[in-house]
């Protein structure tokens, strides 16, 4: 059973910090590409920054600089570092792994339950 689990979120003030994790289970996380993607109630569901299986990072260009993704292939565990919080950041923040096989032309595709950041003014 593959899950991905985040956590880390929760109320912070305008200019603090946060960081999320998930920890996944169930996959070869190695070989996953993953990401963090956030949603607010009415609106698509954004990416906000990813890493490859082989460590390459991009980040939403609105939030460059604020934001340091990173993993731990020993952990299973991706991480997204927030800084310089702002209200407009307040989203469920969902985690997001992605391989796609290229013999078998697959994709595999697994999200996790979300985690509320929220930033008060």
């Known amino acids: 059973q593959v899950q991905l689990v985040e956590s880390g979120g929760g109320l912070v003030q305008t200019g603090g910090s946060l960081r999320l994790s998930c920890t996944v289970s169930g996959i070869m996380f190695s070989v996953y590409d993953m990401g963090w993607y956030r949603q607010t109630p009415g609106k698509q569901r954004d990416l906000v920054a990813g890493i490859t299986s082989g460590g390459l990072t991009n980040y939403a260009d609105s939030l460059k600089g604020r934001l340091t993704i990173s993993r731990d292939n020993a952990a299973k565990t991706v991480y997204l570092q927030m800084n310089s919080l702002k209200p407009e950041d307040t989203a469920v923040y969902y985690c997001?792994?992605?391989?796609?096989?290229?013999?078998?032309?697959?994709?595999?595709?697994?999200w996790g339950q979300g985690t509320q950041v929220t930033v008060s003014s």
């Open positions: 997001n792994a992605v391989y796609k096989n290229v013999f078998l032309k697959r994709d595999y595709d697994y």
